[in-house]
């Protein structure tokens, strides 16, 4: 009954989101019908709201958005991110590669805010090529797709954790997966875009080089301080911006337009209620019941724990799922990197059209395009990507790995 209700729940947020409904609404029309259909006490209802703001995990979501927003601003008063699409066209003079490595690069940011950042270039570059609705579709596919390998994600060392599966096994097993999602990515989207960026070429990629670092070295400062030094997104982020403030030397009176403006209240709103409805849903217990029933098909075992990983990230997110299926589906298969690098593909998958997703509901908001749109777009490219790792996982116990 509890599956059945929380396809109510969901029905309930496609039908508000399918009469262009803001998203805001569809996600309150979905926390709603979880409070009267799972009869949520008072007392749990506040309590799981307020985790948002107690559990760090989830408030530094809220906090890394603005701060990301507020560096936004200072790139733009400054022209950072033109300058660097101008270096990129010259560097490649491909407007392909401009896309897609610009995205690439910025998702090695571990933060739903980098989607801005992101948008930003893959707007500039795709104007009056592909409609809104491509546009951000190829920003957050290729900007996740570090996300399904590195161990700058939380995801990836989680698994790896409760799997006892070594990063080094997993990353090179990783290597096909990443090249797949690339190419489901760019084939349908960006090989039709013309190469020419319509800009002349570059007489100096060497200064071009240089230069690209100059206007992203507040970006390659968070790389650096997460990578090499193992800071959290937030104090990164918050170093990268004092400096910028030195080496920019932005007045007050800017500083305070950019405090304000960066306080974007309906991608916070609707960020905060995404979380609190991956809260609600895990307060529910539905996704231990989507386990039990998955458990007694008649298919294999990998293909159940695939299916669970597929649609329990859906629901809850890949990390959710990942805390709860990893030692279930080690205890009872033969673990090792196949395994790992299977699941972790199912759970990327799901994270592409789940509604919990923090980035789609950024995505969405940026390129003014509802929910439903990015997700039913996302979602036969994300199947695709299912049924090809299905044969890879077989492949790799083929192979003896």
Not at 156 to 184: C, E, K, Y
Not at 248 to 270: D, G, I, Q, T
Not at 311 to 333: K, R, V
Request: neutral net charge; charged residues 10%; aromatic residues 10%.
């Amino acid at each position: 009954m509890s599956l059945i209700y929380l396809g109510i729940v969901f029905i309930v947020i496609i039908v508000l989101l399918a009469f262009r409904r803001p998203l805001y609404q569809a996600i309150s029309g979905g926390l709603l019908a979880i409070v009267l259909l799972y009869h949520m006490p008072l007392a749990a209802i506040f309590t799981q709201a307020v985790h948002v703001f107690t559990d760090w995990s989830l408030f530094s979501i809220l906090v890394s958005l603005y701060l990301i927003t507020f560096l936004q601003r200072m790139l733009e008063a400054r022209s950072q991110i033109k300058l660097a699409q101008e270096d990129l066209n010259g560097l490649f003079h491909n407007r392909r590669i401009n896309v897609s490595g610009a995205a690439l690069f910025i998702g090695l940011l571990p933060s739903a805010a980098a989607m801005i950042l992101c948008g930003d270039i893959v707007k500039d570059t795709t104007d009056g090529y592909l409609e809104p609705k491509e546009q951000a579709f190829v920003t957050s596919w290729f900007r996740h797709i570090p996300e399904s390998s590195l161990p700058t994600y939380s995801s990836v060392l989680l698994m790896a954790s409760l799997s006892s599966v070594r990063l080094g096994s997993f990353i090179p097993g990783m290597i096909v997966p990443v090249l797949t999602l690339f190419a489901l990515g760019y084939f349908p989207c960006l090989a039709h875009l013309p190469k020419d960026p319509g800009t002349s070429r570059s007489q100096n990629r060497l200064r071009d080089m240089r230069n690209l670092f100059l206007h992203l070295w507040t970006l390659l400062l968070i790389l650096v301080l997460i990578l090499a030094f193992g800071i959290s997104v937030v104090p990164a982020v918050a170093i990268s911006i004092v400096a910028g403030i030195a080496v920019y030397r932005f007045r007050v009176p800017e500083l305070l337009s950019m405090f304000r403006s960066a306080f974007e209240v309906k991608l916070l709103l609707n960020t905060f209620l995404v979380l609190v409805l991956k809260e609600f849903i895990e307060y529910s217990g539905v996704l231990e019941e989507l386990s039990d029933i998955l458990s007694v098909l008649p298919i294999p075992a990998y293909l159940i724990f695939g299916i669970l990983f597929l649609l329990g990230g859906i629901i809850s997110g890949a990390s959710g799922i990942i805390a709860l299926g990893t030692p279930i589906a080690f205890a009872a298969l033969e673990g090792g990197m196949p395994l790992m690098v299977f699941l972790m593909c199912m759970a990327h998958a799901a994270s592409q059209i789940s509604p919990t997703h923090v980035c789609l509901v950024v995505a969405s908001d940026y390129f003014h395009i509802t929910l439903g749109e990015l997700i039913r777009r996302t979602i036969p490219v994300a199947l695709a990507f299912c049924i090809l790792m299905v044969g890879y996982y077989n492949l790799l116990l083929m192979l003896g790995f």
